[in-house]
């Protein structure tokens, strides 16, 4: 059966539309390209640098952080020579610089015991940074977000020139702080976090942000309890949404969507020509509801199989060899008795809705179960 072409025959008119709209786009790249290597050449010309080094300042974005001279055992005998003139008030205004380089110069520094380097060199370090003061609280939300404004870029532009990858968590300190955990990584970290860690950077910040608030206790309820909830919900939603998804792209109408019965999903598997692929190991061999996943672990599992990216598990389409191969496999089970048929509402056998008539005058009829029985009389959704 011919498959639901995915996009409709453009017409010569819509054809040169397009073509049209992308001379366009090409036209307004090259005249923005020209200005951009313009002013490359200004700022160089100005400033006397090379046009390869504006270009990788502008490319670059804002200098987030000041470039600081490393740390010297002889910068730290000075600045400790210079602390003790001020104590003194021995200063000599414009030649006190002068003064200091002869004083350091008759110091035998590059012998001095270690404890007194050590503690030369802490003290330029601490004396070199400057106080930090403390955000209100009510203000703290949007100093985070303002810094991950300015940080975020600076992570994605790092790791664009060099190949990097990165993971930055911010937490909260207190349950009482009134700002939301930033993740952001790179996609393959998320990858490397599902595949060592068996959860996603966001899941990994969630639990880190209980710990720290509180104890050991707040990451067994993180990762129990409501989490075990939330896990479930989270996979069946996501279940579902590829099943509707890769159904519409196959041309099934919306009111025409199954419904994801985990107990039946042979069924839809033999009925649409579909298959929920990358089912984790260690879990049920079966696909199965994720009510019968018994841990919070094993739920994780699956939960990062479905949400990374690109996802693990996932619904893809049966080739008709398999098709039809699933489809052979799901009759014989059923004529073995492995796999019991659906009995219909008025068979008067075991339902206790047995003895009311139809709501309707229409005639109900028979569902066995075997999706594909329905199929073979209609053409493939696909």
């Known amino acids: 059966m011919a498959r639901t072409k995915l996009r409709p025959k453009l017409t010569t008119e819509q054809r040169m539309q397009v073509?049209?709209?992308?001379?366009?786009?090409?036209?307004?790249?090259?005249?923005?390209?020209?200005?951009?290597?313009?002013?490359i050449l200004e700022l160089a010309e100005k400033h006397k640098k090379t046009r390869q080094w504006i270009a990788m300042q502008l490319f670059r974005g804002g200098k987030l952080l000041a470039d600081r001279r490393k740390t010297s055992l002889y910068n730290a005998v000075v600045h400790d020579l210079s602390k003790k003139r001020s104590k003194a008030g021995n200063t000599h205004g414009r030649n006190t610089l002068s003064e200091l380089a002869k004083e350091a110069a008759t110091v035998d520094w590059k012998t001095l015991p270690k404890e007194e380097r050590d503690r030369l060199l802490r003290q330029l370090e601490e004396d070199r940074t400057p106080p930090v003061g403390r955000i209100p609280a009510s203000e703290s939300g949007n100093h985070v977000e303002g810094v991950m404004r300015r940080?975020?870029?600076?992570?994605?532009?790092?790791?664009?020139?060099?190949?990097?990858?990165?993971?930055?968590?911010?937490?909260?300190?207190?349950?009482?702080?009134?700002?939301?955990?930033?993740?952001?990584?790179?996609?393959?970290?998320?990858?490397?976090?599902?595949?060592?860690?068996?959860?996603?950077?966001?899941?990994?910040?969630?639990?880190?942000?209980?710990?720290?608030?509180?104890?050991?206790?707040?990451?067994i309820r993180a990762m129990g309890g409501k989490r075990s909830t939330s896990l479930k919900a989270e996979i069946r939603a996501k279940v579902t949404e590829g099943l509707e998804d890769i159904l519409t792209r196959d041309g099934v109408?919306?009111?025409?969507?199954?419904?994801?019965?985990?107990?039946?999903?042979e069924s839809l598997v033999v009925g649409y020509g579909i298959a929920l692929e990358g089912w984790p190991e260690g879990l049920p061999e079966k696909i199965c509801n994720p009510s019968d996943i018994k841990t919070t672990g094993e739920l994780a599992?699956?939960?990062?199989?479905?949400f990374s990216e690109p996802p693990k598990c996932r619904w893809v389409r049966l080739s008709t060899e398999e098709w039809n191969t699933r489809k052979e496999k799901h009759r014989a089970e059923i004529l073995e008795g492995r796999i019991k048929k659906r009995k219909s509402q008025g068979d008067g056998k075991g339902s206790r809705k047995a003895h009311k008539k139809p709501t309707s005058p229409e005639t109900i009829e028979d569902d066995d179960g075997d999706c594909d029985n329905t199929r073979e009389t209609s053409d493939d959704p696909r």
């Open 19 to 39: 073509r049209k709209k992308t001379a366009e786009m090409w036209e307004d790249i090259n005249t923005e390209r020209q200005k951009y290597n313009a002013l």
């Open 151 to 219: 940080i975020q870029p600076e992570l994605d532009g790092l790791a664009a020139r060099t190949g990097c990858q990165y993971l930055l968590i911010i937490t909260k300190r207190d349950v009482t702080d009134n700002w939301a955990t930033r993740v952001c990584s790179t996609p393959k970290v998320a990858e490397a976090c599902s595949e060592v860690y068996k959860c996603t950077p966001e899941t990994m910040a969630m639990r880190m942000e209980a710990c720290i608030t509180s104890g050991k206790a707040g990451v």
């Open 253 to 265: 109408l919306a009111t025409n969507l199954p419904r994801m019965e985990w107990a039946r999903y």
């Open 301 to 306: 599992i699956l939960h990062a199989a479905l």
